[in-house]
């Protein structure tokens, strides 16, 4: 199993980005897939999931609008489609899966369930 997040540089304030993350060894259409973010000293977060038992989306309540997770199946391949973007999502983003569904990526032990991580791809905004 192996995950390789990609897509991430510097935009301006209000600027936008597609992360990609794509699978290998893996259908990842069968299994969660969480979008991670991990900003300047602080811990990471989960901000958004795609459940692999029916496709359903869930994001942080903060985010929603802005932030868009979707998947291709012919490519294997997760997204993350960020607009309007501000200084305070600045972070490493990370892409993980391990569990079927959803249910844990925001909670405090989510490490327990996605167990499989790419490294991280940086993304600046600049103000």
């Known amino acids: 199993v192996q995950l390789q997040a990609s897509g991430g540089g510097l935009v301006q304030t209000e600027g936008s980005l597609r992360l990609s993350c794509e699978a290998s060894?893996?259908?990842?259409?069968?299994?969660?897939i969480g979008w991670f973010r991990q900003a300047p000293g602080k811990e990471r977060e989960g901000v958004s999931c795609?459940?692999?038992?029916?496709?359903?989306?869930y994001y942080v309540d903060s985010l929603k609008g802005r932030f868009t997770i979707s998947r291709d199946k012919s490519k294997n391949t997760a997204y993350l489609q960020m607009s309007s973007l501000q200084p305070e999502d600045t972070a490493a983003y990370y892409c993980?899966?391990?569990?079927?569904?959803?249910?844990?990526?925001?909670?405090?032990?989510?490490?327990?369930?996605?167990?499989?991580w790419g490294p991280g791809t940086l993304v600046t905004v600049s103000s």
């Open positions: 993980a899966t391990g569990p079927k569904d959803c249910t844990y990526y925001r909670k405090n032990y989510y490490r327990m369930l996605f167990i499989f």
């Open positions: 060894g893996f259908n990842l259409d069968d299994y969660a």
């Open positions: 795609i459940s692999g038992t029916d496709g359903s989306t």
